[in-house]
């Protein structure tokens, strides 16, 4: 029922910016977790960042300091400013959305969104 749709994915050089969106539609009251992900080629999907509903952010190491991940309770929204891009970001990034309460009241595990491509390379 709960659907995540990512946007914001490009080719970008080193040393540039991006923005990532995710918004997770459905009968949803609440989201508890949001965050991305992202998997390399070859490589295990690992953690990004992650963001509750009441603001507390978790970073990967490798990202700290030029990734900012916030969100928009209101909309269900969650965005990823990445800054200072860099090739080994590039990946293949995905949505997540953990604990989400329906309208109805109905707590729900995981949902992933589609993925979108990062491309950084000059």
């Known amino acids: 029922q709960v659907q995540l749709v990512e946007s914001g994915g490009g080719l970008v050089q080193p040393g540039g910016s991006l923005r990532l969106s995710c918004a997770a539609s459905?009968?949803?009251?609440?989201?508890?977790?949001m965050g991305w992900y992202r998997q390399a080629p070859g490589k295990q999907r690992e953690l990004v960042a992650t963001?509750?509903?009441?603001?507390?952010?978790n970073y990967a190491d490798s990202v700290k300091g030029r990734f900012t991940i916030s969100r928009d309770n209101a909309k269900n929204t969650v965005y990823l400013q990445m800054n200072s891009l860099k090739p080994e970001d590039t990946a293949v990034y995905y949505c997540?959305?953990?604990?989400?309460?329906?309208?109805?009241?109905?707590?729900?595990?995981?949902?992933w969104g589609q993925g979108t491509q990062v491309t950084v390379s000059s």
């Open positions: 963001i509750t509903s009441a603001g507390s952010t």
């Open positions: 997540n959305a953990d604990g989400v309460m329906t309208i109805a009241r109905m707590l729900t595990s995981d949902y």
């Open positions: 459905g009968r949803i009251f609440s989201i508890y977790a």
